[in-house]
């Protein structure tokens, strides 16, 4: 949903906290489904007014929507304006659902009786921990690197110094609650204690905001930042960079960035821990009559292997230390060269004449194909027992 917030509970953007709440109750009585069986439009519209409650009674909520509109909400993985809450209808509101009368009493007067649910700690805040995915190469990961990254995140705004105040007057007790955070109300026998919505239960309200920030203290902007990736590097490992996630609230620690890896698929290597493996065709005639072949290197050179008379498809072939780095060391893995022989094709005559030639001299032999031979005897065997 996209309306304007403001709109939707008929209230301007300068509106205190208790004209807010007062339009919203008279709203949410008139459509609520309760009141309005099988309207679909009165249902939808309970919708609206609870989305858009949920974010402007909510102080830092509403700052963010002030700043940021719709898309204070929708930043990914953040949560909120970088990690300052859910969306709408997050962090326990009403958002999203339909409720009943009880839901509406306990937004009016508290999560309860005897004390409820609470708002924000009242005091500086750890800033949240934050994620960035970064996919690097085959050779990066074997020979490590130093790469710059750009990511969004939510700063110490630096015209108030976090302190959200325009100007040194800072913050006052809250003169709704009198700084204790939260306020009694008296229901016939009943007295019941809820969060003071005007400071959401802080205590203490901003008299100037800032008017970079809207009295947050914080403002979204993208960061640079240098990561060093070490030799040996595995995929899905994580690089913790302390202090680079999103700032703290009042005075509070930044949270940490981890830098999550990927390693993309190589061409030629394939990896398993330290070890890397290849597979090389050759000619039927190399697997015939032995030979040697270069194959690359994952540090960029070369490494002979020497293929011996008779070699067989799937035989492998170990270069030791020429695999990959090991994480914090200076040693390296193995690289095993898988080869396959290749069947030649598009014989001409002249190629197919020889072929055939050379497989006459091989039967009269019987000793140059073990593996075949020996195979096809079996089988002769298992079907004279099956007539037996």
Not at 224 to 232: D, E, F, H, K, R
Not at 290 to 308: A, F, N
Request: net charge positive.
């Amino acid at each position: 949903m996209s309306k304007n917030y403001y709109d939707t509970l008929g209230v301007s953007k300068t509106a205190p906290a208790d004209e807010i709440k007062k339009a919203y109750r008279k709203l949410a009585m008139k459509y609520h489904p309760d009141q309005n069986k099988g309207d679909a439009t009165a249902e939808e519209k309970f919708k609206e007014l609870n989305e858009a409650y949920d974010v402007l009674k909510d102080p830092q909520k509403k700052a963010a929507y002030d700043q940021y509109g719709h898309d204070a909400f929708t930043q990914a993985g953040g949560g909120g304006a970088g990690g300052m809450g859910g969306g709408p209808g997050g962090m326990g509101g009403m958002g999203g659902g339909f409720g009943n009368f009880a839901d509406i009493f306990e937004d009016m007067f508290g999560g309860g009786m005897g004390g409820g649910g609470g708002g924000r700690a009242n005091g500086p805040m750890r800033g949240a921990d934050m994620q960035f995915q970064m996919d690097i190469t085959l050779e990066d990961a074997f020979k490590g690197k130093e790469s710059k990254i750009r990511v969004p995140s939510i700063e110490t705004c630096g015209s108030c110094k976090g302190s959200g105040s325009e100007d040194k007057g800072g913050s006052q007790d809250c003169p709704s609650c009198n700084g204790n955070g939260r306020v009694r109300a008296q229901q016939g026998f009943f007295t019941i204690e809820r969060t003071c919505p005007t400071c959401n239960g802080e205590g203490k309200i901003i008299k100037n905001p800032c008017k970079v920030c809207h009295g947050n203290g914080r403002v979204k902007k993208d960061k640079t930042l240098q990561v060093n990736i070490p030799a040996g590097i595995d995929q899905g490992r994580r690089i913790r960079l302390a202090g680079e996630g999103e700032a703290g609230y009042k005075g509070g620690p930044p949270g940490d960035l981890y830098v999550l890896i990927g390693v993309k698929s190589h061409k030629f290597f394939k990896r398993d821990g330290a070890n890397l493996y290849c597979r090389v065709p050759i000619k039927m005639t190399t697997a015939v009559m032995g030979s040697s072949l270069e194959v690359p290197t994952i540090d960029g050179g070369k490494s002979k292997v020497r293929i011996p008379e008779g070699t067989q498809t799937g035989q492998q072939f170990r270069l030791k230390g020429k695999g990959m780095t090991i994480l914090k060391s200076s040693n390296r893995g193995d690289m095993f060269i898988e080869v396959y022989v290749e069947t030649p094709v598009n014989l001409d005559k002249k190629q197919k004449k020889i072929v055939q030639e050379l497989d006459e001299t091989l039967q009269k032999s019987g000793k140059n194909n073990p593996e075949s031979d020996g195979f096809f005897t079996k089988v002769k065997d298992l079907w004279s027992d099956l007539k037996d």
